[in-house]
């Protein structure tokens, strides 16, 4: 069995694919799921599910929810249940059962180790398999709480890193026209972020659209210092002079 939480919640079991519509059952599994293996407190649960308008019996209903997510997760071949009750709370174990953000993690380690050891190809398929595990925003419905919100935050940078790891071995692969649409795209959801630029200026240049990776920059400094009042950094500027004078270690490996 699957838990997905890299976009709507849901599980997915061989074929099967469930989900919950009862939104404080579904706040539960997904703050028990990030802090998967992990005690979640009665406290930090009920803090999650209601936040600070908590009723008098909040504690009582916790457990109500608790059985029912037991209900939700029951499978033929099962003894036990995931959710397990202990001294201050609950706690999710994982078991043979996969998260897909762990299974997101660890392609990020396989792809980081294989492009320190050279082996860029490599790297550049376990970055683009572990992506496809994202499906949308992150629990986009479930982030009133400290728990989801916090790992919402986490899990959207580990995506930024990412995204930039993928295209810095596309670019050395020489996939540059390839990732030209891809960078557009990806400006267009974070205006803010200097590296999709200096990256799809690198893309433009290397694809022989040296005006276009001019126009990337005077974009990005628009910009920067529409909404923050800031210059392009030091890095983007200098990959603008160097587009400028057509700068031999521009061009690829």
């Avoid at 040296?210 to 200098?238: F, I, M």
């Amino acid at each position: 069995m699957r838990y997905e939480i890299l976009g709507p919640l849901r599980v997915v079991d061989r074929s099967s694919v469930t989900s919950i519509s009862a939104r404080k059952i579904e706040v539960l599994l997904a703050a028990l799921l990030v802090r998967a293996d992990e005690v979640v407190s009665s406290e930090d649960l009920v803090k999650e599910i209601w936040g600070t308008r908590a009723p008098r019996q909040a504690v009582a209903a916790l457990h109500v929810y608790v059985s029912q997510l037991r209900k939700f997760l029951r499978r033929p071949n099962r003894t036990e249940s995931p959710i397990v009750t202990a001294r201050s709370g609950y706690v999710l174990r994982l078991g043979d059962d996969e998260l897909d953000f762990h299974v997101f993690q660890g392609l990020v380690r396989q792809g980081r180790a294989a492009q320190r050891a050279g082996r860029t190809h490599e790297a550049c398929e376990a970055y683009e398999e572990g992506l496809e595990f994202w499906r949308g925003p992150v629990l986009e419905d479930l982030r009133d709480g400290a728990i989801v919100n916090g790992f919402v935050c986490w899990a959207e940078q580990a995506r930024l890193e990412c995204v930039e790891s993928f295209v810095e071995a596309g670019l050395e692969l020489g996939r540059h026209r390839e990732f030209v649409s891809y960078l557009y795209a990806r400006i267009e959801e974070l205006p803010l972020n200097e590296a999709f630029y200096r990256q799809l200026m690198l893309a433009l240049y290397r694809s022989g659209c040296r005006a276009d990776a001019l126009n990337v920059y005077h974009s990005a400094r628009a910009v920067l210092s529409e909404e923050l009042g800031l210059e392009p950094s030091a890095a983007l500027k200098r990959l603008h002079h160097a587009v400028l004078v057509d700068a031999p270690e521009l061009e690829a490996a």
